[in-house]
């Protein structure tokens, strides 16, 4: 089994970053598929930004390109998500995920590993 537990969220005014880490435990997931998805209130989960493999394979939502940044600390079994240019559409509950298997996804679907959210909100 694979425990992830996120960390870094908070408040942030527009324009800010923040980092959100990712840590795993239970198995080394450095050759595992793992993703950021984010959750507003009253919507549903979505993809944000996914990473796979040595040769740093990312996919990221048109939405967050440019802006977000996906990273990987294999030494500590560890996923980044480095956020810059908030703005306040930004705000939602982020939550790391990760799979078995090979190739990015990003359907919520897909991942059978799930940490229990780090609350982000952007605001003036």
């Known amino acids: 089994q694979v425990q992830l537990v996120e960390s870094g969220g908070g408040l942030v005014q527009p324009g800010g970053s923040l980092r959100l880490s990712c840590a795993a435990s239970?198995?080394?997931?450095?050759?595992?598929?793992m993703a950021w998805f984010r959750q507003a209130p009253g919507k549903e989960r979505e993809f944000v930004v996914a990473?796979?493999?040595?040769?740093?394979?990312?996919y990221y939502a048109d939405s967050v390109k440019g802006r977000f940044t996906i990273s990987r600390d294999n030494a500590k079994n560890t996923l980044y998500l480095q956020m810059n240019s908030l703005k306040p559409e930004d705000t939602a509950v982020y939550y790391c995920?990760?799979?078995?298997?090979?190739?990015?996804?990003?359907?919520?679907?897909?991942?059978?590993?799930w940490g229990q959210g780090t609350q982000v909100t952007v605001s003036s």
């Open positions: 995920a990760a799979r078995q298997g090979v190739g990015l996804r990003v359907t919520s679907q897909d991942y059978g590993y």
């Open positions: 239970g198995r080394t997931v450095s050759s595992y598929p």
């Open positions: 990473a796979w493999g040595t040769g740093g394979y990312t």
